[in-house]
């Protein structure tokens, strides 16, 4: 099945261009014919009945209007011939309808495959268009209706997809007509609703029959290579329980490891396995899922406290997870499978990262042995500034603002050591992170180095393979003290635990390739490895997302959100992983790790904005986002920092080229904290009363 003619509703709002792209890039997907239908607004039946002109005495400034009308319409198709021959769409044509928007789109739309629209914006009323447009198109088309929002950019379209299952004929239809859709998605979940009320149309196992529907091995049989079969590993380390997850993890992790090892079609039904009783789920018990489905209030009370959702939602996830195992394999086959024909004949699969938590741990002695080298790496053995000068094309690093790309660029690293002799690392360089990468925020991104071993040894960097390298950001004076502000959140967090990141600071010359010329010389900051961070801990780092406050190791997650709410931070999430590593020890301890604090209240960036969800108004406010402690625990974390406060002044007393209004403005806003942890009532009131049972985001 796929999609021949593609109609897309065109005017002259601002929302227009977003639809035509997306509908663009669904006829590149699928090689199919775009219309551009633009209604004039004015219903067919009055040119019809001759109601315009001499025979219904309209006047010469009416019919102006609708000539105008006309007008906008032929200017919205320009727009929109523009838009599809830069995209590359080999087949098009423009229909202008003199119809109103909901009648007019509706008929042309029986002849046609697919209809894109958009959602009604009622802060931008449109003269063309009534504001029940879109409704009417769905119920008057007979056609699959795809309705664009009208807040947000569409860059991609369908990468991500829900589907919401009641098992009725409505929705059948509706799932039917996006199959071609959802092959191209990168991951698809199915939500199924009504379970409960309406049994016999979704089967003994809800949501099973659409999967299996779904699952039809015709678009498997005419490939040209057979598919991979997925390894097992997880699953069955999950199983028999050397992996212990919650159920809550357990369809998120199995599915991961699904997307990256895809599944031969005849072997579906050994992953439709996984939910029956010798499985990854039903080992746990049918009956215990039927009794969370008859738990009543208090069990969807706490999952909508723990996860953020809606209690039905997340009482039918619980429907859903062996479902979703199987869905997620079926619909990203193709396309998982497309990339790897296109990939580098001699790259691997990226093995997951979950596998990790089923491995062996090693003898005692060699995760010390592990510890001594990582103690002995020279870069963080001093804090003491150096000078380095790296040389790339710039240019084009700093051009490279796509998250997804992994290009790397060959880059000189050039210092010297302590007798002053030049050394010279050939590495290779790439632009990293999400937030300042954007153009909009920075002109110079962060970077990471690939170091090679061989020509290490003997300098600062001997042991180091791969390093984050904090700039810039902006060739201004004002970014020199944004990053020693942000240095200074590293040493600050080191004085209270050894359970963190350590980080050194440097003074970096940039010079460009191509012409041989310096660009700038600024501070910058080199960021240890997270494997060096487990290493000292005597762990290993492992990626366990949807983790909650009462898996983690209690008094290192009391520091961690502790210090924080000290430098005003809220730019973390453990639920997502989001600048936070999780360290294994051996005896299966999770313990968190925060790092990346350029979002901070204390370093106070210009470009820093908080989530509107946190429901602060500024980087400088301070929430605390930690779990509920008694208030002796927290009295007792609060008494490890008042002892380091000393130390914790002194690094910024001590850091060389701080201004002096940056050096009191620090010193101030760790004041506030320091009285805040002092006086008993702001301790209950700040850290107890105002706490959070689970983690939020």
Known sequence: MSYKTILVHVDNSKHSSERVKA??????????????AAPTGVSRYI?????????????????????????QGKEALKEFEATVQRMGVRSFESHLVDDEAGAGVSLQARYSDLVVIGQTDLDE????????FPEYVVLNSGRPVMIMPYAGRFDTVGKRVLVAWDASTSATRAVTAAIPLLKRADIVEVMVFN??????????QPGADIALQLLRPEDFRHRPRGLTPPQFELEQAVAHGRIPLREEQIGFVVRVDVIDAPAVAHDFDRLGQTGDADGLIGRRGAHRSRRRRQGGDEQGKENQSSHGRDANMSRSLTFMRPLVLILAAALLTPSVRAQQQHAPPAAKPKKNPLLKLAEPWPELAVLHARRSEAEQRPLFRSTDPFAFTLTADFKAVNKDRDPESTARYPALLTLSDERGREQVIHVRISPRGHFRRMARNCAFVPLRLELPPAETAGTVFEGQTTLKLGTHCQDEKVYEQITLREYLTYPMFNVITPRSFRARLARGTYVDAKSGRTQTTRYALFIEHENDVARLMGGRVVELPRTEFKDMDAPTLTMMMLFEYMIGNTDFSLWALHNVRLVQDPSRTLYPVPYDFDLSGMVNAPYAIPDRRIGIKSVVDRVYRGPCRTVDEMEAAAAAFRDKRPEVMRLVEGTRDLDGGTRSEMKSYLETFFRTIERPTALKRQFIDSCKPAPTM
């Open 23 to 36: 509908a663009a890039a669904i006829a590149l997907n699928e090689d199919a014919h775009l219309i551009g």
């Open 47 to 71: 040119y019809q009945a001759g109601m315009l002109g001499d025979g219904a005495g309209f006047t010469a400034h009416l019919e102006a209007h609708m000539e105008l009308l006309r007008q």
């Open 125 to 132: 009323p449109s003269p063309a268009t009534l504001p029940d």
């Open 195 to 204: 379970a409960d009320n309406q049994g016999d149309a979704h089967g003994e």
